[in-house]
């Protein structure tokens, strides 16, 4: 060390210090114990989806993959062909509509629904002075499918009080395995279902011999993330991505608009293959919403549910 810069030392002693040329004069950031930076500076957070990946979602895989891929390792999803369709044109080799009525006053006619410009289209019109006046359809798959499995709808909601639906089921009412993705009612008529507009009505129904099950898992858009495209977008404002993940013979994870949206547990095994079905009917309840207006069969603009497409993977391990 020279003399000055021992001289200087001297001075500044109870100061700042010096350092000899041994010394380093800048030290990088110290690393913690985990070989992290210094845990007194802010770390970056963790990576929030932007509207850009919502809006670019691989159309090969199911949405949330794109958000965040929760898929379990050395597993892989395979596009199930005959429960996968854009709706170009009608497949009768992958659906058909059973005509079985629900109360009245629903009446299922093969004529209230079909495919055109690219989407499958459910239509509720009126057979005034009928008792079963609310004219509408059903489409299933002819195709059944169990767990692990994952299958998602792009849908746009008729304009009346009414349930859309879309949902996996396999049996009667008596007997039965059931998973209601969404029984969605964008404008219900009691007055007593304010959120419904924007509520995902998910539930599950295993019934035995009578004896029910059931669970809801219903979400509301509203609580999407902010970079959401969906977000607190009303069902017959723009088509939403409804889906589930059937995990397991137990676990239902449903989904919206690529993002995990309320979620059931059964209490028994889910035993049955399942098909996926659309429907659209109406009946005088509060649960429901309450009973379509029949002003409102008389509107095309409003009393037509459109499905854009559908797509269905099993899960598989990797080869």
């Given at each position: 060390?020279?003399?000055h810069?021992?001289?200087?030392?001297?001075?500044?002693?109870?100061?700042?210090?010096?350092?000899?040329?041994?010394?380093?004069?800048?030290?990088?950031?110290?690393?913690?114990?985990?070989?992290?930076?210094?845990?007194?500076?802010?770390?970056?957070?963790?990576k929030?989806?932007?509207?850009?990946?919502?809006?670019?979602?691989?159309?090969?895989?199911?949405?949330?993959?794109?958000?965040?891929?929760?898929?379990?390792?050395?597993?892989?999803?395979?596009?199930?062909?005959?429960?996968?369709?854009?709706?170009?044109s009608?497949?009768?080799?992958?659906?058909?509509?059973?005509?079985?009525?629900?109360?009245?006053?629903?009446?299922m006619?093969?004529?209230?629904?079909?495919?055109?410009?690219?989407?499958?289209?459910?239509?509720?019109?009126?057979?005034?002075?009928?008792?079963?006046?609310?004219?509408?359809?059903?489409?299933?798959?002819?195709?059944?499918?169990?767990?692990?499995?994952?299958?998602?709808?792009?849908?746009?909601?008729?304009?009346?009080?009414?349930?859309?639906?879309?949902?996996?089921?396999?049996?009667?009412?008596s007997?039965?395995?059931e998973?209601?993705?969404?029984?969605?009612?964008?404008?219900?008529?009691?007055?007593?279902q304010?959120?419904?507009?924007?509520?995902?009505?998910?539930?599950?129904?295993?019934v035995?011999?009578?004896?029910?099950r059931?669970e809801?898992?219903?979400?509301?858009?509203?609580?999407?993330?902010?970079?959401?495209?969906?977000?607190?977008?009303?069902?017959?404002?723009?088509?939403?991505?409804v889906?589930?993940?059937?995990k397991?013979?137990?676990?239902?994870?449903?989904?919206?608009?690529?993002?995990?949206?309320?979620s059931?547990?059964?209490e028994?095994?889910?035993?049955?293959?399942?098909?996926?079905?659309?429907d659209?009917?109406?009946?005088?309840?509060?649960?429901?919403?309450g009973?379509?207006?029949?002003?409102?069969?008389?509107?095309?603009?409003?009393?037509?549910?459109?499905?854009?497409?559908?797509?269905?993977?099993?899960?598989?391990?990797?080869?």
């Open positions: 060390m020279n003399w810069l021992w001289m200087l030392c001297m001075v500044f002693l109870l100061g700042a210090g010096c350092q000899t040329d041994d010394d380093n004069v800048q030290k990088e950031p110290e690393e913690n114990e985990q070989g992290g930076e210094n845990p007194d500076e802010e770390t970056d957070p963790e929030e989806p932007t509207t850009a990946d919502f809006e670019n979602m691989d159309p090969d895989l199911p949405s949330f993959v794109s958000i965040d891929d929760t898929t379990p390792e050395d597993m892989q999803w395979i596009k199930v062909d005959g429960l996968t369709d854009e709706f170009d009608w497949d009768e080799i992958k659906w058909f509509k059973p005509l079985w009525n629900y109360d009245v006053p629903v009446q006619k093969a004529e209230n629904s079909g495919v055109a410009d690219g989407n499958l289209w459910i239509k509720a019109t009126l057979d005034e002075g009928a008792e079963r006046w609310f004219e509408t359809s059903r489409v299933q798959s002819k195709e059944q499918i169990s767990y692990p499995m994952y299958t998602e709808s792009r849908i746009r909601t008729a304009h009346i009080s009414a349930y859309n639906t879309f949902w996996l089921n396999n049996g009667d009412i007997n039965r395995n998973i209601d993705v969404i029984e969605n009612n964008s404008k219900p008529s009691c007055g007593c304010p959120d419904f507009p924007w509520q995902m009505n998910s539930q599950y129904f295993h035995i011999d009578d004896d029910t059931r809801k898992g219903n979400f509301d858009n509203r609580n999407l993330s902010n970079a959401n495209p969906g977000k607190g977008i009303k069902w017959n404002e723009e088509y939403h991505i889906g589930v993940w059937w397991d013979a137990t676990h239902i994870q449903f989904y919206l608009d690529g993002e995990p949206a309320g059931v547990v059964s028994r095994d889910f035993t049955r293959d399942l098909n996926l079905i659309w659209l009917w109406t009946f005088d309840a509060d649960w429901l919403g009973l379509a207006k029949k002003e409102d069969l008389l509107d095309d603009s409003i009393n037509t549910m459109k499905v854009d497409w559908v797509r269905t993977w099993k899960l598989e391990p990797t080869q």
